[in-house]
């Protein structure tokens, strides 16, 4: 996962919940997404990571909601635990077995 993606991801998280029927605008996205380039906002969007934008006069919106759902769905899972006594030890594995 993108560290910039990640650290969108951790950004919707700690935020205030805003409304998520509110439009926002390229440069409002790449601010959300950790100030990513807007070539990037369109790869992104060409791979699905995020919505495909509305246009309205020709300009690119995103509705607040979808880009919060977008980053949530491509979070990374948590590594596994280092701990003798993580996870992964109760499961009769070790941390070291890949």
Do not use: N, Q, Y
Not at 43 to 52: H, Q, S, V, Y
Not at 71 to 90: V, Y
Request: charged share 30%.
């Amino acid at each position: 996962m993108p560290t910039h993606l990640r650290r969108a991801a951790i950004e919707a998280d700690t935020r205030a919940t805003p409304d998520p029927d509110t439009l926002i605008d390229a440069a409002e996205l790449r601010r959300i997404c950790g100030g990513i380039s807007d070539m990037t906002v369109r790869r992104w969007c060409a791979r699905g990571i995020l919505p495909e934008p509305r246009h309205i006069e020709r300009r690119r919106f995103w509705r607040r909601g979808d880009v919060a759902a977008a980053l949530a769905a491509h979070r990374e899972p948590p590594p596994p635990s280092p701990c003798p006594d993580g996870p992964a030890a109760r499961e009769g594995r070790h941390a070291d077995a890949a």
